[in-house]
């Protein structure tokens, strides 16, 4: 018999830091953007503002399907997906801000 412990648990946690993190980000380049006037920062931070939806509700399903009683799995492709695309969003935003 296998014991889990409380790793996937941490897992959970840390995906929840993470899309706190990148809200926060989001949240930043929103305001950069509307108040210089910045187009190409307004929409990188509402893809990252997107992003940090997603990972949240990933985060909360693996959360549910660990409290249901559920076996640890690798993570979903979703998630993969979710955080290729946070990482081309982030590097096209510190594109944008150099490139000024």
Known sequence: MRDPGLQPERTVLAWGRTALSVLVNAALYLRLGLEGHRWGLTLSGV??????????WIALRRRNELDAGGVATAPSSGLMSVTVCLVLVSAASAFAVVWR
């Open 47 to 56: 893809f990252l503002l997107l992003g940090a939806c997603l990972l949240r």
